[in-house]
Nanobody, 124 residues
Framework: QVQLVESGGGLVEAGGSLRLSCAAS????????MGWFRQAPAKEREFVAA????????RYADSVKGRFTIARDNAKITVHLQMDNLEPEDTAVYYC?????????????????WGQGTQVTVSS
């Protein structure tokens, strides 16, 4: 089992920045991938970004490329999502997710472990 604890959500004006963090309880990282998803009211949960722990390789949804950056902290088994130039459309509950395997995944079903979610609200 892996417990994921998120932090860093909040309210920000359009054009502002927020940084989300997600700490994982399990220290095995050889095949670990971590990702961020988000879910807006009445919408499906959608992929935002993912990182492969061993190589640092990343993948982003088109809607956040150039504005969001996912990064890992090896010492703390923590992943961060730096969100810049936020837009009202980024308003959602953001979920951290983790999986063990070879391939990076952009689909919800590809992840086995989930955090509780943290609210991000961007005002216009």
């Amino acid at each position: 089992q892996v417990q994921l604890v998120e932090s860093g959500g909040g309210l920000v004006e359009a054009g502002g920045s927020l940084r989300l963090s997600c700490a994982a309880s399990r220290t095995t990282t050889s095949t670990l991938h971590m990702g961020w998803f988000r879910q807006a009211p009445a919408k499906e949960r959608e992929f935002v970004a993912a990182i492969k722990w061993t190589t640092g390789g990343t993948r982003y949804a088109d809607s956040v490329k150039g504005r969001f950056t996912i990064a890992r902290d090896n010492a703390k088994i923590t992943v961060h999502l730096q969100m810049d130039n936020l837009e009202p459309e980024d308003t959602a509950v953001y979920y951290c997710a983790a999986r063990y395997g070879y391939w990076m995944s952009e689909v919800r079903s590809g992840y086995d472990y989930w955090g509780q979610g943290t609210q991000v609200t961007v005002s216009s």
